[in-house]
Structure formats: C-alpha cells, structure tokens
C-alpha cells in the first residue's frame, strides 16, 4: 500500500527547468495530499509544497516563485517542476503522501519515495 | 517559519540501550510534531506522529513524548538496525519544517 517512486532526469543544466514525476503504486491519488520534499547535501530536509488530488496546491515561501506542482501525466501520478534551476538546486527530491485523516497537506507524511538524485551542472 | 532544533548531532550507543533524542521548537507547535527514521539510500520512514502516536508496524521500544515546545523520541531497548539518522517534523506552522537530524550509531 502507498508505494511511491520518483522519476526524472538525473542531471539538469542551470537555467533550465527540473521536472520529476511521482509514480503511486497500489493506491490511487483520491482522496490524499501529495508532497514533494529534497534533501541538498550535507543538509537537513525541505519542503517544497503539496498538492490536493483536486489540484489546489500549497508552496514553500522560499520557493513559491519557481516551483510548480500538478497532477497527471496519468490518473495515478503528480509532478514537480522547478524553474530557472541553479546548482543549490542539487538534491535528493522525494515524493511523500499526507494521510487521508489530515485537512492539509501540511502534515505528516506516512509514506515516502526512496527518493531521486537531481544534480544541477553544465 | 517554525524552526527544530535536534539534539545530539550523533549519539553513539551499545544494543540493549536506551536512548533518547531532544528536538526543541522555536514557538509552539501544539501537538502537530512527527519523527521519522531515515537510513542510507531509503527515504524517510514515520515513526511517530501527533508527538506520541506510534505509526503502523512501529515496535512499541519507539516512544515519544512532549513537554511544551520539547519533543523527546524514546527508543528502548537499542538493536543495531536501529542505527539511522532521526528527524523531527513540525506541521502546527506552515511551511512544514524539519529539524537538522541526529545521528544513532550502534556500537
């Protein structure tokens, strides 16, 4: 149940756009809050925003501007996309799910991605 | 936004002890405090949630507790799979916020 596993390219060149998608496994994205989270090196872990499978989303201050959640490719998938992307954009970004009991995706996340390697180089 | 401060940076004990990791707040957070295991190349597991409810499938030698803006994670009984970085999460202000982690070695 709730098995999630991110995917995108591993390497992304400065400027560009940094998009990554989260797959859930044996389960449905009714119902639930979806969370991107990234963890840079050598560093502590950040939120980056969330999204309803409505599709009203919620972003961290600290990167409302460049950042955009949505849901789709498929029924069972949501996405990431950063903007402008520079190299302290570096890190290990995980999808994670807010259980069905809590009222916004601000939360606490019961289950998460193995996560995924985005390194920001030329 | 809510700032965790985790503490030791890295706590280094032998199985069969217990051992106790601090997280402080810096307002209040009411009960909305969650902790989470994470090991190398995995992604974050929940332990607790609501600062003393224990997650599905978590073994009852994990504990935690809270006193005001103090949070304590209690783990009995160490085994070496226990070995992990721990983080505290905050979800009583928005952004969400995570404390820097402790470090559990098991000798």
């Known amino acids: 149940q709730g098995q999630l596993q991110e995917s995108g390219p591993g390497l992304v060149k400065p400027s560009q756009t940094l998009s990554l998608t989260c797959t859930v496994s044996?389960?449905?994205?009714?119902?639930?809050?979806w969370n991107w989270i990234r963890q840079r090196p050598g560093e502590g872990l950040e939120w980056i925003g969330y999204?309803?499978?409505?599709?009203?989303?919620h972003y961290n201050p600290s990167l409302r501007s460049r950042v955009a959640i949505s849901v789709g490719p498929s029924q069972n998938q949501f996405s990431l996309d950063v903007f402008s992307v520079t190299a302290a954009d570096t890190a290990i970004y995980y999808c994670a799910r807010a259980p069905r009991n809590c009222n916004t995706g601000t939360c606490y996340l019961d289950y998460w991605g193995q996560g995924t390697l985005v390194t920001v180089s030329s | 936004e809510i700032v965790l401060t985790q503490s030791p940076g890295t706590l280094s004990l032998s199985p069969g002890e217990r051992a106790t990791l601090s997280c402080r707040a810096s307002q209040s957070v009411s009960s909305y405090l969650a902790w989470y295991q994470q090991k190398p190349g995995q992604g974050p597991r929940l332990l607790i949630y609501?600062?003393?409810s224990r997650a599905t499938g978590i073994p009852d030698r994990f504990s935690g507790s809270a006193s005001g803006t103090d949070f304590t994670l209690t783990i009995s009984r160490l085994e070496p799979e226990d070995s992990a970085v721990y983080y505290c999460q905050q979800y009583g202000g928005s952004p969400g916020t995570f404390g820097q982690g402790t470090k559990l070695e098991i000798k």
């Open positions: 999204i309803y499978y409505t599709g009203s989303t």
């Open positions: 609501g600062a003393s």
């Open positions: 044996s389960d449905s994205i009714v119902g639930y809050y």
